[in-house]
């Protein structure tokens, strides 16, 4: 497999035992190449997995980390691995997961990415006693199009878009906890506050996608707790995106927190310039899980 950028990670395992559901595209290659700016870029998964990164003094707490990257690649590096590295020195056990793309072909289109979530949800619930996590708290932190794969995650849990193909998909898909960064939340043409990139997608795929995934109006009083972050600069994704769902989750009863800062653009995740008031964001999610009782409170 050329993905020799990768070989520095710890080992990635299959979410799936045999081919995943949604019909996989026989000249699906996967890669991973080097992009400006000092980014892994990762595309053609046709074998999802997820990456273990585990903290020196776990503390039974566990998150998925989604990279975003459109839903045409995935950001592997700066909103899936660094990321994960981060949420250790506070004893969480973290794991990246490598999802399929809904624009590369996949008969099931717009559900594979969905599909591949609930699955590692699933799974990483039904090993949660031989892996020493706490299965009541398994969240879920996705960056830009990680952060709408996130929060759909825990909108739409209870959607059977797969068959179940083992005693794994008995156990539970819906996340206990959400970390959103800077996702579209609010579907696309039909909202008049949505930015120029929601606006029209080129691949009739995509617009699907966030035509029939729209977390603000899916929400309800079975959806998880969710601390949103955003940029009051963000050009690209709306942070009224994160205002519309963090009204719907006020509107249902579910505890959340917004934090949109002035400034820090779109898709910076760890590395924020200090000079910018995005940077604080790492710390308020720390004092966010604190109080949540997901991390120490030392």
């Known amino acids: 497999m050329p993905t020799r950028l990768l070989d520095a990670l710890p080992a990635a395992f299959p979410i799936w035992p045999d081919a995943p559901p949604g019909g996989q595209p026989s000249q699906l290659q996967e890669s991973a190449s080097q992009k400006p700016g000092n980014i892994l870029s990762v595309r053609g998964v046709s074998i999802p997995t997820l990456t273990p990164f585990l903290p020196e003094h776990p503390n039974g707490s566990s998150i998925i980390v989604i990279p ?4 045409s690649q995935l950001v592997f590096d700066k909103e899936g691995s660094e990321i994960a590295l981060w949420l250790n020195q506070y004893g969480i056990t973290a794991f990246v ?25 699933r799974l990483t619930r039904a090993h949660s006693k031989d892996l020493g996590l706490d ?7 996705g960056a830009s199009s990680g952060g709408h794969l996130a929060a759909t995650a825990g909108t739409r849990f209870s959607s ?20 959103l960064l800077y996702g579209a939340y609010t579907g ?13 997608f080129p691949e009739a795929v995509k617009n699907r996608l966030y035509a029939e995934f729209i977390p603000s109006a899916q929400v309800s009083a079975d959806t998880p707790p969710a601390l949103l972050i955003a940029a009051g600069n963000d050009d690209r ?12 989750l006020h509107q249902a009863g579910v ?36 109080r949540h009782e997901l991390i120490s409170a030392n």
């Open 68 to 71: 975003g990257g459109a839903y």
């Open 97 to 121: 997961l490598k999802h399929r793309l809904p624009v590369e072909g996949h008969a099931d289109d717009y559900l594979v990415a969905l599909q591949d979530v609930q699955r590692a949800i």
């Open 135 to 141: 299965a009541s708290k398994i969240g879920v932190l």
């Open 160 to 179: 059977q878009c797969y068959t179940p193909v083992d005693q794994i998909d008995s156990f539970s898909a819906r996340p206990d906890f959400m970390l």
């Open 188 to 200: 696309n043409m039909a909202f008049n506050h949505a930015s120029g990139e929601q606006l029209f």
């Open 237 to 248: 994704v709306s942070p009224e995106n994160s205002t519309a769902l963090f009204l719907a």
């Open 255 to 290: 505890p959340a927190q917004l934090q949109i800062f002035d400034d820090g653009g779109h898709g910076f995740a760890l590395r924020s310039p200090d000079t910018c008031t995005f940077a604080a964001w790492p710390a308020a999610c720390i004092d966010w899980l604190r």
